[in-house]
């Protein structure tokens, strides 16, 4: 047959081309002119994993680890897996019924699709852990996930050590740009906070292939764009974490604080808090309901009162005023006063614990036997220094030794949120007094550490320091130092640095440590000694204007060759003889002798023991308690009648299992509360056991 | 002829069909690798088990070998001797499908063969229909220049598609339309083609633009040809009446014919995947079968554009050369679905890039004008236009699928030759080329 329509054949060639010509143009459009695809394709392939680095260790001076990480458990569950899996079993031991099982599944399923593993049950506590492992063949789909959680050891220092909480929009706005994101977890308060930059050390980043169901299928480009995970780097502290133990047992019931500082380097030895709380408390899953309970304590258990605690220092400030008249050549140390009881030379009478004459015949006498006149009188005589043209100037020159001696300003210690206690300004007391009309009189009380003069118990060791060392301070701190120190760790250096800010002379300084001496050989403070070691002490009963006088003790030892200096304040405990004394020597006695003599050991047990929170808060708690107990009530007449909002019943659909996995019924927790009130009235029947008169 | 039986079967065979062909197939292979690629389970024995969508692939690449060899040892006289009975056989195999089908995806199209095997006639009847064309074309009594001879020749070409859209195959259905190319080489009015790309065009504007817009546009178009014949239409007032007629169809296939079929002939999901592929979005309330599931309270999902929008994200990553093989993140976290058939462009595409897809691209180009070179040296009619048929078929496969792929066409289940997993369609592919091979193998033979 004859070929016609040849031309044709060029046409459907044509076609062809044209086609395969609309396709390339296309595929140009999209492979090479439009970026959009590629950035999308990476939006669902890639899986942007941080790998978080085991925070770094907190140790104590002798190497113990006081804050560490612990492994906890996460069990998980791939609903789509588990179909198999024994439910049974699972509901018994983690103590749920099938319905909260079957909620539980849904609400995994709705959270993160049945593809993906979510959370089950978080943190399960350790038997429930041994529980599961031991059946977890018959829970397909379900694992057991590990989780670094902080664990303190020692369940002590909780203030000083601080913890993790999640980060919220203000914390990432101060902190942008150093890779925190949303949902992390950083050191709010206490060391965790401080040294957030070493502890937290180095995130790294993997990068995951995932599939259409976002389980992962691999490293992307075989983790060429990873960056490891480098951890914290671990503190070496100068707690004892034995003296912290003793220090926070001896403050038990009360209200107050103790900071024990080795002078030689300003390493904290201590630092108690009272009322604490038990730092694992805010680690584990209970960690929400835990800490909303801990903010709302009317006692403030989150307050750390050693650096936040503002008092009175009341007598324990004598022997800096004696320095300083000393210093400036008013007094010498055998300069006497004649106090009959109280100091009459400005009108009002300030009153002095004794009558007896001559025991304030010298400076060691006095000071020994905190004598008011006599310190009065020394105060006075500093600021009408006939040096200085006014007492305004005498003033001034006089809170430029408090402040060289730390009072009145922040020491700069490595915890979060510091006070610097006060020593007030001329200004404010040309604002007191209308003008610069005030002279020493008017501010009489400051010589006897009162009046506006206010100091944390970390201010008041420190001054013990100062005296302890003749002269010069370090800046109290608790990291000693970092692990793998480098260059670029500028923040220890304020702490290696001897602050010489004074040149009192050492014959000053050994007057006043002399007459320290005596507090607890003939003084106030007898009951502080500790046999063959040379204490110097200054009680202090501080008034103040929220009840009962503080009790104060500030010492340091032995006098020869300070090791520890220490301050120790009990809230509205009365004399500083009664409390404070007893406290601060068994700490001494424990840190200098490594152990407490066995006749001073029921001393520990008694003083611990020895409920002195105010009235005022254990009422609270005592409100707080019926108001429990009261909706207690209304929940179990509830129960008979219809159910209203605000139920039992309403409440449990509430929770949220990731938050209280453990919560079980509203049972359990009627028990407890039914247990407690009778404790809490124990102790309010408790009778506070008079202390040793103040010598 | 006797002197054929002595001669070595590789005697004229043209090795250039077969070496693309055997390129396309291993490429093929590599493709369906690609996408079922697993680091943690892959081992070199895996080619070889079977129970992966690639080793089955090579399996059916064998047995496709073997079905190769025995057309090139058949003797070329058979198939215009058993062309029309062929065909028979093949319709007949389609309508047994009604009676012994098995259901897949919906598709009533397939026999099972037993041991997990399925066979779809509708893909076999290609090679039947093309064989018949060519027979009836290469009749010396047939005039293809009269009517009643295209008639008869669409009607061989459509019955098998009739039958495919019966089984709800629309796909396949579509491909026979291929041979409507080969008719226009053999002399079908170039007019056809011509009404056939503007009915093309109307509905795509239909789609796109506002009904009053094209409605104006069309009217404009109809005045502006009245105004430029105005003397012919003065000397024949015949093409008035066609001018006007014309454009009252366009205006009633704008208006109405096509909204009504899109509502009320196809499915919701149907109407969606066109509205897509010229990028907009098809409002399923209107449409008459969701309306009726809806009423039988059954949930009507929504289709969305998940297939051509993940299919597109994976071509369109792939840049200018690629991400390399293996380490295509669409491809390994399966996004795109049916990657394996239909959607196999997409792994290629997304593993090589521009680079990569020109030069597969080029092959399939090489391969098309290489089967229209061959068509053109026959002296045989019947050899000739049953290379067109081969051309068109296998042409308008890859210009659909590709489309398809990369968001030019409506999704519809149309595999890319040689490449897509699949047994049906590779050995329809095997065959169809192979039996060119032979025909052109003898092509100095005289035959009908």
């Not at chain 1, 993906?116 to 397909?140: C, G, H, T, W």
């Not at chain 1, 040294?195 to 292939?209: A, F």
């Not at chain 1, 400030?317 to 004696?322: C, H, I």
């Not at chain 1, 009962?548 to 120790?568: G, Q, R, T, W, Y």
Request: include cysteine; charged fraction near 20%; aromatic fraction near 10%.
């Amino acid at each position: 047959m004859p070929v016609y329509n040849q031309s044709r054949s060029r046409v459907i060639q044509l076609i062809f081309v044209a086609i395969f010509l609309i396709i390339t143009a296309q595929l140009l459009h999209l492979q090479i002119f439009s970026s959009e695809y590629k950035i999308q394709a990476e939006n669902n392939a890639i899986y942007r994993k941080v790998v978080y680095p085991d925070r770094g260790i907190v140790y104590d001076r002798k190497s113990r680890a006081i804050l560490e990480n612990t492994i906890m458990y996460d069990l998980m569950v791939t609903p789509k897996d588990a179909r198999g899996a024994d439910t049974t079993i699972l509901c018994a031991i983690l103590g749920i019924d099938t319905a909260e099982f079957r909620k539980r599944m849904v609400t995994a399923i709705i959270k993160n699709t049945s593809y993906k593993p979510s959370v089950f049950a978080a943190l399960v506590s350790d038997d429930i852990y041994a529980q599961l492992n031991e059946n977890m063949y018959r829970l397909p789909g379900f694992v057991l996930s590990e989780r670094p959680v902080r664990k303190y050891p020692f369940e002590a220092a909780a203030n000083v050590l601080g913890y993790l909480g999640e980060v919220d929009t203000t914390f990432l706005r101060k902190h942008k740009g150093e890779g925190y994101e949303m949902g992390d977890y950083a050191g709010m308060t206490g060391l965790e906070s401080s040294y957030e930059k070493v502890l937290m050390g180095q995130r790294g980043v993997k990068r995951y292939i995932r599939d259409n169901k976002n389980r992962i299928q691999g490293a992307y480009e075989n983790g060429v764009y990873d960056t490891a995970a480098i951890a914290g780097r671990n503190l070496y502290s100068s707690i004892d974490v034995d003296l912290q133990l003793l220090a926070e047992k001896l403050l038990g019931n009360k209200i107050g604080s103790a900071v024990a500082i080795d002078p030689k380097t300003g390493g904290i030895l201590a630092m108690a808090t009272s009322p604490s709380y038990n730092p694992n408390l805010l680690t584990g899953s209970e960690r929400r309901k835990n800490f909303s309970k801990l903010v709302l304590d009317t006692a403030r258990p989150l307050l750390n009162r050693a650096i936040k605690g503002q008092y009175p220092p009341g007598s324990t400030f004598k022997p800096l005023g004696a320095l300083v008249a000393l210093d400036e050549g008013l007094i010498n140390p055998s300069f006497g006063y004649p106090c009959g009881g109280a100091y009459y030379s400005c009108g009002r009478p300030v009153k002095c614990e004794h009558h007896d004459a001559g025991h304030a015949a010298s400076l060691r006498l006095a000071l020994s036997h905190s004598c008011n006149s006599y310190f009065s009188q020394v105060f006075r005589m500093a600021i009408d220094n006939p040096a200085f043209n006014s007492p305004q100037e005498g003033y001034l020159k006089w809170k430029e030794y408090m402040n060289a001696m730390g009072l009145g300003v922040r020491l700069d210690i490595d915890l979060p949120s510091e006070d610097k206690g006060n020593i007030p300004d001329t200004a404010r007391y040309n604002r007191d007094f209308g003008g610069t009309r005030w002279n020493s009189c008017n501010i009489l009380t400051l010589g006897i550490g009162q009046d506006r003069m206010l100091a944390t118990p970390l201010q008041l060791a420190n001054a013990m320091c100062f005296i302890a060392n003749k002269g010069y301070y370090y800046t109290p701190h608790f990291i000693d130092s970092v692990e793998h120190e480098t260059a670029a760790d500028t923040g220890l250096h304020k702490y290696r640095v001897k602050h010489k800010v004074t040149n009192i002379s050492d014959e000053d300084f050994e007057a006043v440590q002399l007459a320290m001496l005596d507090v607890t050989v003939s003084g106030t403070a007898v009951g502080a000694k500790i046999d063959g070691i040379n204490i110097c002490a200054k009680t202090g009963t501080a008034q103040n204007p929220h009840g009962k006088n503080h009790s104060l003790f500030v010492a340091f030892a032995p006098k020869e060759d300070p090791k520890i200096a220490i301050a120790v304040v009990v809230e509205n405990a009365g004399f500083g003889a009664t409390w404070a004394a007893p406290i601060a020597s068994l700490m001494m006695e424990k840190y200098l002798n490594d152990t407490i003599s066995a006749k001073r050991l029921p001393e520990v047990e008694r003083i611990s023991k020895a409920d002195l929170i105010p009235e005022a808060i254990k009422h609270w708690y005592a409100v707080k308690d019926s108001i429990k107990l009261a909706k207690l009530a209304k929940q179990i007449d509830a129960d008979k009648a219809p159910v209203f909002e605000n139920t039992t019943d309403n409440r449990k659909n509430t929770f949220d299992p990731e938050a209280e996995p453990d919560r079980k019924d509203n049972s359990d927790s009627t028990d407890k509360k039914i247990n407690k009130s009778p404790a809490i009235n124990q102790q309010q029947q408790q009778i506070k056991k008079p202390g040793k008169k103040n010598g | 002829m006797a002197k054929a039986s002595h001669n070595p079967i590789s005697k004229g065979v043209d090795w250039m069909i077969i070496w693309l062909y055997a390129i396309l197939v291993a490429i093929g292979i590599l493709c369906i690798f690609m996408v079922e690629y697993n680091p943690d389970t892959f081992s070199a024995a895996s080619f070889f088990t079977f129970n992966t969508n690639y080793s089955k692939q090579l399996l059916f690449a064998g047995v496709c070998a073997i079905v190769a060899i025995f057309i090139l040892l058949s003797d070329s006289k058979l198939y215009t001797a058993f062309a029309n009975l062929f065909y028979v056989f093949g319709i007949l195999l389609m309508l047994l499908t009604f009676v012994i089908g098995k259901d897949i995806n919906g598709s009533r199209s397939w026999i099972p063969l037993g041991g997990g095997f399925n066979l779809q006639p509708a893909e076999l009847c290609k090679i039947f229909a093309s064989l018949a064309l060519a027979k009836y074309l290469s009749q010396l009594d047939t005039d293809f220049t009269k009517t009643k001879s295209q008639a008869i020749a669409v009607a061989i070409a459509m019955s098998p598609a009739l039958l495919s859209i019966m089984q709800n195959e629309t796909g396949l259905a579509l491909a026979y339309s291929s041979f409507f190319i080969v008719m226009y080489r053999e002399g079908l009015p170039g007019f056809i083609l011509v009404i056939g790309f503007s009915f093309g065009v109307l509905v795509v504007a239909t789609l796109i633009m506002e009904p009053n817009t094209l409605a104006i546009i069309l009217t404009i178009i109809a005045a502006g040809t009245v105004y430029f014949m105005r003397r012919q239409i003065k000397r024949e007032r015949i093409l008035l009446a066609i001018i006007i007629g014309v454009w009252g169809l366009c205006v009633g296939i704008q208006r109405f014919a096509v909204p009504y079929i899109f509502n009320n002939v196809f499915e919701c999901y149907q109407s969606q995947r066109i509205y897509n592929a010229v990028g907009k979005d098809y409002d399923c309330s209107q449409n008459k079968s969701a309306k009726n599931a809806a009423a039988a309270s059954k949930t009507v999902v929504k289709p969305d554009d998940y297939n051509v929008r993940q299919s597109k994200i994976a071509i369109g990553s792939g840049g200018l050369i690629g991400k390399g093989f293996l380490k295509g993140t669409q491809t390994r976290g399966k996004y795109v679905p049916e990657q394996h058939t239909d959607f196999i462009f997409t792994s290629l595409g997304e593993a090589f890039g521009f680079t990569g897809c020109l030069l597969f691209l080029g092959l399939y180009m090489v391969l098309l004008f290489r089967i229209i070179y061959v068509a053109e040296r026959q002296r045989s009619t019947f050899s000739r236009v049953y290379a067109y048929c081969i051309a068109s078929i296998i042409f308008f496969h890859i210009a659909v699928n590709v489309c398809m792929t990369i968001g030019l066409f409506p999704i519809i289940g149309i595999p890319l030759p040689l490449i897509s997993y699949g047994g049906s369609s590779l050995l329809t592919f095997t065959v169809l080329i192979f039996i060119l091979v032979r025909l052109d193998a003898d092509r100095q033979m005289v035959l009908r």
